[in-house]
């Protein structure tokens, strides 16, 4: 069964950092874009960043550009989100997704419906 695992979530103050990783039991996540979402408190799910299979490709949501970094290693069947300047605002839970059987490799997509494996969550929580 496939499983994704997040981890990394935590409390920071505004301004802080933290860095959220994704991992996966019983699959290689090799040859499928992966996607970070989020779902802030009584709000909808919302996308975040994606890479593509070889992370060749990467686009984030206008919201978290130039301060969130995803990254995927591989060989270690990984994906990251290295989160910088967090604000109150990125409060939410953040979700691992694999876009299953979808490269990536000429553009990346963005809908929570188009993402087939998840992950159960990691809290982050913002404190001003």
């Known amino acids: 069964q496939v499983q994704l695992v997040e981890s990394g979530g935590g409390s920071v103050q505004t301004g802080g950092s933290l860095r959220l990783s994704c991992g996966a039991s019983?699959?290689?996540?090799?040859?499928?874009?992966m996607g970070w979402f989020r779902q802030p408190p009584g709000k909808e799910r919302e996308f975040v960043a994606a890479?593509?299979?070889?992370?060749?490709?990467?686009y984030y949501a206008d919201s978290v550009k130039g301060r969130f970094t995803i990254s995927r290693d591989n060989a270690k069947n990984t994906v990251d989100l290295q989160m910088n300047s967090l604000k109150p605002e990125d409060t939410a839970v953040y979700y691992c997704?694999?876009?299953?059987?979808?490269?990536?490799?000429?553009?990346?997509?963005?809908?929570?419906?188009?993402?087939?494996?998840w992950g159960h969550g990691t809290q982050v929580t913002v404190s001003s």
């Open positions: 997704a694999e876009d299953y059987g979808f490269s990536g490799r000429e553009y990346l997509r963005t809908r929570v419906n188009e993402y087939y494996y």
């Open positions: 019983g699959r290689t996540l090799t040859g499928s874009a």
């Open positions: 890479i593509s299979w070889n992370g060749g490709n990467i």
